[in-house]
């Protein structure tokens, strides 16, 4: 299963759940700013993301959409 | 051509959150308001916010929502339930709504068997003044009234509400979960749908509680906090199912008055 | 038919479907009129619920809901409901409330009193808002001014207070009950889920000073449309009353039995009776106090009242005070006799 997932970057408020919960770890903090003064996560496109959606299951913020193939 | 398996739910509004980077009543919202979505039931939802941090759950929940005082959600809920009661009707409250204040309310709601569900989010603390110690902070958790940690001797001890309101003969579904894992999530979703899905059947009263997390107030990580919650709060507040009479005949809804 | 029970039937009468309220003396009557007979009335709800702050914000969520709702208790237990009541103002929820009042303070006792006023009429719970207070004087009054609230209560989106005394909740009178209005109560004030369109929410709290002000000058407003509008009292032999007795409820009873007896002996004496208390009929003591110069407030209690119409004459008048607190009830001729004593001091 393939999928990629779409970070709203103004909504991330730098809580690292979705770093820490990845099984891929696709995920990873970024050093840019958001509006809101946080560092938004940003995707390691080294990484595979497989579409598990975890990351958005765990999301407070609703920051992530997740696509599958 | 990828489709799209994790979206915005359409019972919240767009509103960025005010709660901490964290928090997990930003998780509960949305997986209630995905349980309405599913049930296609946002044009007959009301729901009651607390007074505390989600004092401001009318922000974001897209759905018929009136303010209560402290504690007096439950009491709301009852009354609103009473006069439309083909409508799903939820209170959504904290520790200190729920269990301090509020324990009367709640208790008696559970009692009657009122057909309403309460969201019980148990963060061990008080969250939106700044700390302090809530019925559920655990003996020798520090918050700023319990500065060297809760003494059972002058503080007493952890409320175990899941445990206390599964007594109740008036109660039809309490389960506990928590929101510090994805499985754990996916849980507490199950168990907002069951919940919901109790009362539109008539089957009375449901209160799902949920393990969440603070971390500005547990001053941990949220990743941190998570794990707080799975190896410390877990075992003193169990998840699990503390009563579940929805799959009897017996417990069927009287027709209200 | 009893005062209590006369509240309760003109509630149901007037539309009332959801009652909550907690056991009280002296009101228990009216609970119990309300558990027997709301059941009764289509779609009518009677909780009782398990303390006089749990009924305030039941009432509170089945106005939300828009329904007719009412309340009762007695001084104590109206204390429990400030909060509740101050949030009302606050939401813009209609509701009645009635006390039933009693001896206090503190537990004080389960006889009649009127040591609720202040409470009444000035708040009693926090924040700028004025609750609408009845003061019936007969089973009469308890029916047509409970009505009356009903009406009023929807028409400004507000609570109302129906403030008796024990005496008048066990009094038993015959009642004439008149024919209800039909409810004016707009659909987009209640909250019955959004259904296909907007959702909207309800509440009090406002972050923001500049919506908390402006909702507060809202509400002022609205309180002086109120007191142009609403303000009741009556006028007893006052054409040439050289005394004037200003009394309400229980107390105005008791002064216009004194009164009778007094004008027998051809002394001159009237009374003024507020039947709303707030708004207080302050206009109406005012020019009454251009051609009388003598007042003689009577309470029971140790003075409540006595300070709006201080505030109502300015000056302008004497005033004498007489009150009995704490339950006790003084028969026409003991009031008679105080009564005959300032007068003779005036002469």
């Known amino acids: 299963m393939k999928g990629y997932i779409f970070i709203k970057k103004e909504l991330c408020k730098e809580c690292g759940l979705c770093v820490h919960f990845c099984p891929k770890d696709h995920i990873i903090p970024s050093k840019e700013y958001n509006a809101q003064g946080y560092h938004p996560v940003c995707v390691d496109e080294t990484k595979e993301c497989n579409g598990c959606a975890i990351c958005a299951t765990m999301c407070p913020e609703i920051a992530v959409e997740v696509y599958r193939e | ?257 | 038919m009893s005062g209590n029970n006369v509240i309760g039937e003109a509630a149901i009468r007037a539309g009332c479907r959801f009652y909550a309220g907690y056991p009280i003396t002296p009101q228990n009557e009216l609970t119990e009129y309300m558990a027997e007979h709301m059941r009764n009335a289509e779609g009518g709800v009677f909780i009782q619920s398990e303390s006089e702050v749990a009924a305030i914000n039941m009432i509170a969520g089945a106005a939300a809901a828009g329904v007719r709702v009412m309340t009762s208790s007695s001084g104590p237990g109206i204390s429990l409901k400030q909060e509740g009541i101050s949030s009302m103002a606050a939401q813009e929820l209609p509701g009645i409330i009635v006390n039933i009042m009693r001896g206090g303070p503190g537990l004080g006792n389960i006889l009649p009193s009127q040591g609720d006023y202040f409470q009444a009429t000035r708040g009693g719970g926090h924040g700028d808002y004025r609750t609408i207070v009845f003061a019936p004087g007969s089973c009469q009054e308890l029916a047509d001014l409970t009505m009356d609230a009903f009406d009023l209560a929807d028409k400004y989106r507000t609570p109302a207070m129906i403030l008796a005394d024990g005496m008048m909740g066990q009094m038993m009178e015959p009642v004439i009950f008149k024919k209800p209005k039909p409810r004016q109560y707009p659909e987009k004030f209640m909250l019955r889920g959004a259904g296909s369109g907007k959702s909207k929410f309800i509440r009090g709290l406002l972050l923001d000073p500049v919506d908390s002000e402006a909702h507060n000058w809202k509400l002022a407003r609205k309180y002086e449309v109120i007191s142009e509008n609403e303000t009741r009292c009556e006028e007893h032999r006052i054409d040439d009353a050289k005394l004037v007795i200003v009394a309400y409820g229980t107390a105005a009873r008791i002064a216009k039995g004194a009164i009778k007896r007094l004008r027998s002996h051809d002394m001159k004496i009237g009374l003024f009776r507020p039947i709303t208390l707030w708004p207080f009929p302050e206009m109406r003591l005012r020019t009454l106090s251009e051609k009388v110069n003598n007042f003689l407030v009577f309470e029971m209690s140790t003075g409540q009242m006595l300070e709006d119409v201080r505030l109502a004459l300015q000056g302008y008048a004497d005033i004498e005070f007489h009150g009995r607190p704490g339950g006790a009830v003084p028969t026409p001729a003991e009031l008679a006799n105080v009564i005959a004593r300032v007068y003779e001091q005036k002469d």
């Open chain 2, 1 to 257: 051509m990828a489709k799209i398996v994790f979206k915005h739910p359409e019972s919240l509004k767009e509103n960025i959150f005010h709660y901490c980077p964290g928090c997990g009543h930003s998780i509960v919202h949305r997986l209630v308001a995905e349980v309405i979505d599913e049930m296609g039931i946002r044009g007959i939802t009301i729901g009651v916010p607390p007074a505390g941090c989600a004092v401001l759950a009318y922000n974001y929940f897209d759905v018929d929502m009136i303010e209560a005082l402290h504690g007096r959600g439950p009491a709301m809920a009852t009354a609103i339930k009473r006069c439309l009661p083909d409508r799903l009707v939820f209170s959504y409250q904290g520790d200190g709504d729920l269990a301090a204040i509020g324990i009367a309310e709640s208790f008696h709601a559970a009692n009657r068997g009122e057909n309403i569900s309460v969201i019980f989010i148990n963060n061990a603390v008080y969250g939106m003044t700044g700390g302090q110690m809530a019925p559920t902070t655990m003996l020798n958790q520090r918050s700023t009234t319990t500065p060297a940690g809760r003494k059972q001797a002058v503080d007493g001890y952890p409320v175990k509400v899941s445990e206390i309101f599964s007594q109740l003969d008036g109660a039809t579904y309490v389960e506990r979960c928590s929101v510090s894992s994805p499985a754990g999530v996916n849980k507490t979703k199950k168990a907002i749908r069951k919940a919901f899905q109790c009362q539109m059947a008539g089957l009375g009263f449901s209160l799902v509680e949920v393990l969440s997390l603070c971390p500005t107030n547990w001053k941990l990580s949220s990743v941190d906090s998570c794990k707080y919650i799975d190896e410390v709060m877990s075992k003193v507040f169990p998840p699990g199912v503390y009563k579940d009479q929805t799959g009897q005949s017996g417990k069927t809804a009287e027709a209200r008055p």
